[in-house]
């Protein structure tokens, strides 16, 4: 029986995982361990769609008070500087999985050369131009939860979450532990270096890449994602934002060993060089980062490892974040990871009534482990065909990246091009659930990966496609850019709308 929780570690993971189980779950006592000394990462911008839905559906946190002390910017997709096309988007929404009426086809077939994603879709139009919202009859923004999500700065996103965990009096204890007990059901106490012992029933390990409790007390084995993903450092630095416009989505940039993300904030701009230190050494990483970013300040070095632990949950502890397991944040899929990890843990102990069985824990891992899995192999995809630079790791990265599952739809789409015939069928659950049809079509279609398919859009296909982009730029032409919408929300009588959260949510979409 579980009768209390000790989250190890106050990252954004365990204070998730606190907030969490307190909404779900307000009779089960839970405490935080987290030591100033060690302190948290302090990375992880940008989101997907699943963040938002878990902060003000499931966990019911107000929007406005959220946008007031965590002062996020929005992200309507991903920028791909990747591949032949000066540029490609992957965004919130569909584009890629659509067939636009009158077109008898998918999007795909006509972004069949090498031009940019300007007007493949609304939402890319809107990146185009730097606006968020589209302007509604009456003037007023036509505001959809599913269609963005938030850029947020690590260290405010947890100042906020420790203010929330004060008003639901979750306590939370300074310290470092220096020693982990252990009996046959797993831990049995953690002692810190004050002296101080804590026990609990069930251990959550928080602690971030050390993984104490998973990883080092109970020795469990790393599942290495290391066929598909080289990177593992990522050189990370930033500057004040001065003229530059602040931009509504994510840019990822290929760079010769690997790609930079660059992710907005309204005073600052952050930017990170992921590489495969196989490939380029800190050094080398670095000159080439401040090249091309001459205004970057200080940077620091972040080591890291891909892959997961071969089970989240073993006896009574439960890894949650990067103590879990780690992809490079190309999708910036961290954070939502965590709402899912942190999620499926309330889930299980309400259904198992604090009493979880060993078949619960076996599905609980088999759900979480294909989660992770699904990541890899997304972000295997966007590796295998970036043509963009000739260079030892992108040759590397073309001839070997494995892809897992996502050979399946490669396969199918080489044989007849971005049909959405099989998007139901081609696709597991889980990759379904999480990237979709879109997310695969925009790598494929945004890489101009070639297709065999014998069908070609007609003339008249072709005069109807510009009809239907002219119709895209006229609805985005008054739509509201960034700094209107930030006017927008900060002036007195903004309302978020009722029960805009107010739906379960699954994944990206
Ligand atoms: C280069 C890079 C870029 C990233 N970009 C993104 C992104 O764009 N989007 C995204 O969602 N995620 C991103 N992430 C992931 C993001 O960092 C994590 O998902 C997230 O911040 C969760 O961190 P955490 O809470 O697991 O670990 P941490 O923030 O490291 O927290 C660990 C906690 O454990 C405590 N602790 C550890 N050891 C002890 C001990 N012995 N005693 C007491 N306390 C202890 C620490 O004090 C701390 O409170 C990125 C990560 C990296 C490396």
Known sequence: ???????????????????????????????????????????????????????????????????RLVEPQWKIGIRFEWGPRPYFNYVFGYELDTIYPPLP?????????????????????????????????????????????????????????ETVAGHLGIPIIEGTATEVLQNDHGISSVKLESGEVLTADLYLDC?????????????????????????DRAVIGGWSREEEPIKPYTTAET??????????????????????????SDTEAETEFRTKNPKVQSTRIVPFRAGRYERLWVKNVVAIGNAAGFVEPLEASALSAICMQCQALAEVLA??????????????????????????????????????????FWRECLEKVELHEAARFVEFYRENGPSVLWRRLLLDTNDAREFGTEGHLAMLVGMSVPYDSAY??????????????????????????????LQMIRAPGWKWPDKFYDKPHAMRR
């Not at 198992?352 to 069985?357: D, L, S, T």
Request: hydrophobic content about 35%; aromatic content about 12%.
């Open 1 to 67: 029986m579980i009768r209390a929780v000790l989250i190890f570690g106050g990252g954004s993971a365990g204070f998730l995982a606190a907030l969490t189980l307190k909404r779900r779950l307000p009779e089960l006592p839970v405490t935080i361990l987290r030591s100033k000394d060690i302190g948290i990462i302090g990375v992880g911008e940008g989101t997907t769609t699943t963040v938002g839905y878990h902060l003000h559906h499931y966990c019911n946190l107000d929007v406005a008070t959220f946008y």
């Open 105 to 161: 086809r998918g999007t795909g077939y006509y972004l069949d050369g090498e031009e940019a994603f300007e007007t493949a879709g609304l939402q890319s139009r809107l990146m185009h131009e730097n606006k968020i919202w589209l302007r509604r009859p009456d003037g007023r923004p036509q505001l959809c939860a599913d269609e963005w999500t938030y850029h947020l700065e690590n260290e405010k996103l947890v100042a906020y979450f």
């Open 207 to 231: 602690s971030g890449f050390r993984s104490e409790l998973l990883g080092k007390a109970l020795g469990e084995p790393f599942h290495s994602y290391k066929d598909s993903l080289f990177c």
């Open 255 to 280: 760079m010769s060993s690997g790609w930079c993300w660059q992710i907005e904030h309204e005073y600052h701009i952050n930017r990170g060089y992921v590489f495969a230190s196989a490939f380029a």
């Open 351 to 392: 259904d198992a009534n604090f009493q979880p069985r060993a078949s619960t824990i076996s599905n609980f891992n088999r759900h979480l482990n294909r989660s992770f899995d699904t990541i890899r192999t997304f972000l295997a995809l966007h590796y295998r065909f970036n043509r963009r630079l000739d260079t030892p």
């Open 456 to 485: 070609r859009p007609s003339a008249e296909e072709r005069l109807q496609w510009q009809r239907i982009q002219q119709k895209i730029t006229e609805h985005v032409r008054d739509a509201f850019t960034v700094p209107q919408a």
